[in-house]
Each structure stands twice: as structure tokens, then as C-alpha cells.
């Protein structure tokens, strides 16, 4: 069974920086894409940023793109996310996901994160 572990949340200042981490157990990442996701109060979990197997290919919703940074560690089974010059819209609840056969099939519980302006 697929668990996905977040950490690295917290609270922060606006410009400031984190360092989410995914580790996962139970199946090996390096076969499957990977992405962040985020959930803010009182909206829709929306798409953050995802990395495919190979790892040659990111993508970013435009609101991060320039801030944040995917990447994975096929070795520790670990995703990342680096978070730059964080704004107070970028508070949310932020979920790590395993991309199955043709969706997101497995998620983490979540790590909060918090922008203080």
C-alpha cells in the first residue's frame, strides 16, 4: 500500500522560504509522476507543480512558476518542493500526490503552510 508522508510546513514571512518534503513507502516514485498540490480555506485544491518520472520535465502553475521547485530523489523516494519569496496567498494546506495510470490515485495528508504578511 501506496502511504505518502508530507513535512517541512510552518509558518513563515512573506519573502521568506520552505522546503516541503514527500516521502513515500510502500512503491518505489522513480516509475511514476509526482506533483504538489494546495488547499486554501474556503477554495478548491488547485494544481501546484508536478515532475514526471524522468525527472526532465516540470510544470508550474503560473501563480509559483519562478518561486517554486520540484524536484525528486529517486534514491531517498522523496519529492521536494522549494518554495521562494513566499506570499501570504500561497497559505494553503499542501498535499503531495503519485500519479497512477491516469490520475492523481494517491494522496498524503497534507502539511500546512502559513505566510504571514
Known amino acids: 500500500q501506496v502511504q505518502l508522508v508530507e513535512s517541512g510546513g510552518g509558518l513563515v514571512q512573506a519573502g521568506g522560504s520552505l522546503r516541503l518534503s514527500c516521502a513515500a513507502s510502500?512503491?518505489?516514485?522513480?516509475?511514476?509522476?509526482m506533483g504538489w498540490f494546495r488547499q486554501a480555506p474556503g477554495k478548491e485544491r488547485e494544481f501546484v507543480a508536478t515532475?514526471?518520472?524522468?525527472?526532465?520535465?516540470?510544470s508550474y502553475a503560473d501563480s509559483v512558476k519562478g518561486r517554486f521547485t520540484i524536484s525528486r530523489d529517486n534514491a531517498k523516494n522523496t519529492v521536494y518542493l522549494q518554495m521562494n519569496s513566499l506570499k501570504p496567498e500561497d497559505t494553503a494546506v499542501y498535499y503531495c500526490?503519485?500519479?497512477?495510470?491516469?490520475?492523481?490515485?494517491?494522496w498524503g495528508q497534507g502539511t500546512q503552510v502559513t505566510v504571514s504578511s
Open positions: 500526490a503519485m500519479r497512477g495510470s491516469s490520475d492523481f490515485n494517491y
Open positions: 510502500g512503491r518505489s516514485i522513480s516509475s511514476y509522476t
Open positions: 515532475i514526471i518520472w524522468t525527472s526532465r520535465s516540470t
